[in-house]
């Protein structure tokens, strides 16, 4: 294989692009001798020691190896490029373009990064970190991209007591695109130059003056999530027997504006927000047709320095009195707690309070697609740090960038939270993937005990069948003491709840389909019960006259779907009557069961429309579920 090749499918692999960067750390590391003078000194006297954590890394020679590492890149590229191919010297001035990038960042000027961590009396850990730059080296646009100078953290002052995220950062956007125009100017992107200036032209002619808004940005944004323990809301959306009680949630985000433009810009394009004028501040409201459980009313305003975008009028309002001396985040016992001794001056800033993890820990908990269990929740709240509660504050010092955190886990805590995040998004959907397994073979099993109720009724029954479709045919196996357990008529993917021993089977307490009207006499093939469409994502139980239960990967919404699906099928034979009939009782059923909304009269009564879905469901072995597959008896 050609090395363009070869580097594209790397390029394509962002675990392989870490691992190179991280050999090309380690061996650039490894290659300082132990004489060599470091930035250890310059750097510990911004971490603590004696402390339960410390880690330095001397990185002087590991930035500069990236350089050479992009560079060394490029180069290969070019001689073993083929002549005249645009595709290989696009992917040349690629990396020509990176490599002034990281070369303008002043990335390359780094020379150690430190972190330690420290337990308090409190039982928090302060974590500190930092990534440092000798002085006079940090000219490139990455050092003064977050801020030149710390001060105040004025935002904080604007975030209400029901505040559980809040978090600001300095960025100096109008800095960082003109960087990025500067480099492609320098490495000779002229195309890309011209398009860039035509995407500002249309964008510009359609209300939106790139230049203007990033002249009116204030070099600051941030965001805020509120849960108001105060209203307590109640959610059904999971399970309306058990409904969900969480604190009214809302949610804000905000950047410093220099003067009204981009207010006045959303103001032209958003005719369905309405204008108004409160508290000093000006404002636009969308009015909401029907009230909602949770306090939602979009909401945009401008009030001193701060263009502010909130998701209710209530939260806007809490910002307000905020901003306005009234009660804010800072006046809470809890951020108190977590700000101690931390500085009072800084760049950006992040508040969590681990109310927010506990709110989505109560919400999954509601949801069984998301965890079968509440013990199961917490099981992964408490392994992968989820139960986090933490204040930092980021500085620019002018030996780099310095931050401080007061946390519930230490450094290496959080290192290994971060490390074990991705294997926590892994686990959660295997984990689900085998209960869901074991439900089918539950839910098989429950339709095998109904196939054997019904052979039992139809020996008592000259060789007949239930009569009626669904619930009502059912029924006769439960008040005859064929099959009593109403858990039975019960698949266990849902939530549907079993009827009460003693009372007649209803469709609200039954996950199973049921034809009726068959006898003895009929095909084998003819199925007589299965799965509602709701029950498993993509699949279906179903339990055929001759007793056997088949698994199959199917996706169908209505029981005509299902139906048609079996009829063309080579693995199954009808007679002209019995396929009539077939059709007769899956158009009854999704009527009477509302499976028929929105279908096509053409779909209810043909079904070669679907010839090629089940040509694909039913041709290939593979597709079929072995474990739910078994002997068919020979029939009378």
């Not at 030996?399 to 959660?428: D, F």
Request: aromatic share 10%; charged share 25%.
């Amino acid at each position: 294989m050609r090395l363009i090749s070869v580097l594209k499918q790397m390029l394509k692999s962002a675990s392989a692009f870490f691992a190179a960067l991280a050999l090309v750390f380690l061996v650039a590391s490894s290659s300082a001798s132990a004489a060599e003078q470091t930035s250890f000194t310059e750097l510990e006297k911004y971490l603590d020691k004696g402390g339960v954590f410390y880690l330095y890394f001397d990185g002087k020679d590991s930035f500069q190896a990236m350089e050479s590492f992009i560079e060394n890149i490029g180069n290969m590229i070019s001689k073993s490029s083929r002549p005249g191919s645009k595709e290989d010297a696009d992917a040349k001035q690629f990396f020509n373009v990176i490599l002034t990038f990281y070369r303008a960042s002043g990335l390359n000027a780094a020379d150690g990064f430190g972190m330690s961590s420290l337990k308090l009396d409190s039982g928090l850990y302060r974590t500190k970190s930092m990534l440092h730059c000798p002085k006079g080296k940090d000219g490139g646009f990455f050092w003064n991209a977050f801020g030149k100078d710390s001060h105040e953290l004025q935002a904080l002052k604007m975030m209400p007591p029901t505040t559980v995220i809040g978090t600001s950062l300095d960025f100096d956007a109008h800095g960082l695109w003109k960087a990025v125009k500067d480099c492609l100017a320098k490495d000779g992107q002229g195309d890309v130059l011209k398009k860039i200036g035509e995407a500002e032209d249309e964008m510009k002619a359609n209300g939106f003056d790139v230049d203007k808004v990033l002249a009116s940005y204030g070099g600051e944004f941030g965001y805020l999530v509120s849960l108001d323990k105060a209203k307590m809301i109640k959610l059904t959306i999971f399970n309306p027997a058990d409904p969900l009680e969480m604190p009214d949630p809302s949610f804000a985000a905000f950047m410093k504006v220099k003067d009204d433009v981009l207010f006045d810009m959303i103001a032209k394009k958003a005719i369905m927000l309405k204008p108004a004028d409160r508290n000093g501040a000006k404002v636009l409201t969308m009015a909401l047709p029907v009230p909602l459980p949770v306090s939602f009313q979009p909401s945009l305003a401008r009030k001193g320095q701060y263009l502010i975008f909130a998701s209710s009028e209530k939260l806007l309002d809490s910002i307000f009195a905020a901003m306005d001396g009234g009660a804010n985040l800072t006046g809470t016992e809890n951020f108190k707690r977590l700000s101690k001794d931390l500085p009072t001056s800084g760049n950006s800033f992040m508040y969590w309070d681990r109310l927010f993890m506990e709110t989505l820990l109560n919400v999954a908990s509601k949801n069984t697609a998301a965890f079968e269990s509440e013990e199961d929740g917490m099981m992964m709240y408490k392994l992968f740090g989820m139960d986090y509660e933490g204040f930092y504050v980021m500085q620019r010092s002018p030996e780099g960038l310095l931050c401080a955190i007061n946390s519930n886990k230490s450094g290496v805590s959080m290192m290994a939270a971060q490390a074990l995040a991705p294997l926590a998004g892994a686990l959660l959907p295997a984990l689900n993937s085998a209960r869901e397994k074991a439900r089918r073979i539950s839910c098989s099993s429950n339709l095998k005990q109904i196939g054997l109720a019904l052979k039992m009724y139809a020996m008592d029954s000259k060789d007949k069948f239930p009569s009626k479709n669904g619930a009502e045919g059912l029924e006769e196996l439960r008040k005859n003491q064929y099959l009593a357990d109403t858990k039975i008529y019960v698949c266990p993917s849902t939530d549907t709840t079993p009827g009460k021993t003693g009372e007649p089977l209803a469709e609200a307490g039954l996950s199973y389909i049921y034809l009726g009207g068959w006898t003895e006499q009929n095909s084998a093939d003819l199925p007589i019960a299965f799965d509602k469409p709701d029950n498993h994502e993509d699949f279906v139980n179903i339990l055929f006259l001759d007793g056997h239960v088949e698994g199959k990967q199917i996706e169908y919404e209505s029981v005509t779907e299902l139906v048609s699906i079996l009829i063309e099928s080579e693995s199954y034979e009808y007679s002209d009557a019995e396929k009539k009939a077939l059709m007769k009782k899956a158009a009854e059923i999704d009527k009477a069961l509302g499976y028929d909304e929105g279908e096509d009269e053409d779909d209810t009564v043909n079904p070669a429309s679907k010839q090629e879905e089940m040509k694909a469901d039913t041709k290939k072995p593979a597709e079929l579920k072995p474990e739910a597959k078994e002997e068919k008896p020979k029939t009378k």
